[in-house]
C-alpha cells in the first residue's frame, strides 16, 4: 500500500462510511508516525490527533487533522511512501479503531493517555521551536505537549 492510494480511498470512503475513512486515516498516522513504539505510544499519538478534531484545530474531520499541511506525518512524507509492514499496519489499524471508540464515548468515561497533550515530536529529530520547558509525557521516542 502507498500513502497516497490509502489516503485516495479514504477520501472516497468519507461521504458513504465516514468511520471506515476516520479509522483508515488514523492508522495511516499512527503507522507513519509510532509504528515502532509500544502500543501505548502509537495510542497517545493517537489520542493527539483526535484532541485536535475535537477542539476544531486543523479541521473537523479525522483525515482533515492529519493532513493539514506540516502537521502530521501523511502531509510530511512523499506520497509514494509504502505502508507495507503488514503486522504494524493491522496493529495501527487496531489502536485507530480503539480510539475512535474511546473518543465516542463521554469525556467522563474516557480513558485518556497524554491528557492535554496537542503536539508531540520523536527523538531523533531536532526539537521544534514550539517544545519548550519538559514535556507531559516521554513514552518511547516520543515527547508529548501542550502546546498551541
Not at 48 to 59: I, N, P
Not at 96 to 119: C, F, K, Q
Request: proline share 9%; glycine share 6%.
Amino acid at each position: 500500500m502507498k500513502l497516497a492510494w490509502l489516503l485516495w480511498m479514504a477520501s472516497w470512503m468519507a461521504p458513504v462510511a465516514p468511520h471506515l475513512a476516520s479509522q483508515t486515516c488514523l492508522a495511516t498516522t499512527v503507522y507513519l508516525e509510532a509504528r515502532g513504539e509500544p502500543q501505548i505510544g502509537q495510542a497517545a499519538v493517537a489520542e493527539v490527533a483526535l484532541r485536535r478534531r475535537e477542539m476544531g484545530l486543523w479541521g473537523k474531520h479525522v483525515c482533515e487533522v492529519v493532513t493539514a499541511p506540516k502537521q502530521f506525518a501523511p502531509s510530511l512524507v512523499p506520497p509514494g511512501t509504502p505502508l507495507d509492514n503488514l503486522q504494524s499496519w493491522q496493529l495501527a489499524w487496531n489502536i485507530a479503531g480503539e480510539a475512535l471508540h474511546t473518543w465516542s464515548l463521554p469525556r467522563d468515561r474516557r480513558r485518556y493517555i497524554v491528557p492535554h497533550a496537542m503536539s508531540f515530536y520523536a527523538a531523533d529529530i531536532p526539537a521544534p521551536s514550539w517544545a519548550t520547558g519538559s514535556p507531559l509525557a516521554v513514552i518511547g521516542d516520543h515527547r508529548f505537549y501542550a502546546v498551541n
